[in-house]
């Protein structure tokens, strides 16, 4: 089954806007916890990605919110971009595991 | 860009031939993964490598075989490819492996099963 649950789907947001992604997983044994950026004919790149010993981790315009109780993270993008415009996977592993588990994607379009 | 080569990028194949599809780095990462990408239903780990010849299974690696004779080739075969195994195939690397490093994909080899 999806251990993480990534919502919406799909995304119009205004340039200059947030664009708002979240997710939520049941695993408590999870503690590494990153997004991914996919451009049209391209492989998924790792864009930012957070541990549960924080609550927050920022870089640049981009934003992880992790909530630790109610087991969900989330990923904002502030003043977005036409640039912006991808599918975007979270994902969750655990230490002692090898797999990446990720979301099925939110597809973001930012009309100029 | 990380050094990862996919081949083919594309093909198109009927039911019931073997399809082998390759991933070659110049990284000389030690882990390497095969995912599959499908609409609804993100990516989903096939098999990965932990070393030369040191493989196991992911989530959906019913249908699929992988090999690694060396550290720089990774194999996915489709001993008999099926129409619902038509999807895009991304390889990824990673140095550390423990999921908590960064992973690499390659670009996919987008397979077509007719």
């Known amino acids: 089954q999806q251990q993480v649950k990534q919502s919406p789907q799909s995304l119009i947001v205004q340039k200059g806007g947030i664009s708002i992604i979240n997710c939520a997983y049941e695993n408590t044994a999870f503690d590494y916890f990153p997004w991914y950026q996919q451009f049209p004919g391209k492989g998924p790149a790792l864009l930012i990605a957070i541990r549960p010993d924080v609550s927050e981790k920022k870089e640049g315009r981009f934003t992880i919110s992790f909530n630790k109780s109610a087991k969900q993270f989330s990923l904002h993008i502030m003043d977005s971009q036409p640039g912006d415009s991808a599918t975007y996977f979270c994902?969750?592993?655990?230490?002692?595991?090898?797999?990446?588990?990720f979301g099925k994607g939110t597809s973001l379009l930012v009309t100029p | 860009d990380a050094g990862i080569t996919q081949s083919p990028r594309h093909k198109v194949t009927e039911t019931g031939t073997p399809v082998t599809l390759r991933c070659h780095q110049t990284?000389?990462?030690?882990?390497m993964y095969w995912y599959r990408q499908d609409p609804g239903h993100g990516l989903r780990l096939i098999h990965y490598s932990y070393g030369v010849k040191d493989t196991d299974k992911g989530e959906v690696s019913d249908g699929y075989s992988v090999s690694r004779s060396k550290t720089e080739d990774f194999l996915l075969t489709l001993e008999s490819a099926t129409s619902s195994q038509t999807s895009v195939y991304f390889c990824a690397i990673s140095e550390s492996g423990r999921n908590t490093g960064e992973l690499f994909f390659g670009e996919g080899s987008r397979l077509t099963v007719l």
């Open positions: 990284e000389n990462h030690r882990y």
């Open positions: 994902a969750a592993s655990k230490d002692s595991g090898y797999a990446l588990n």
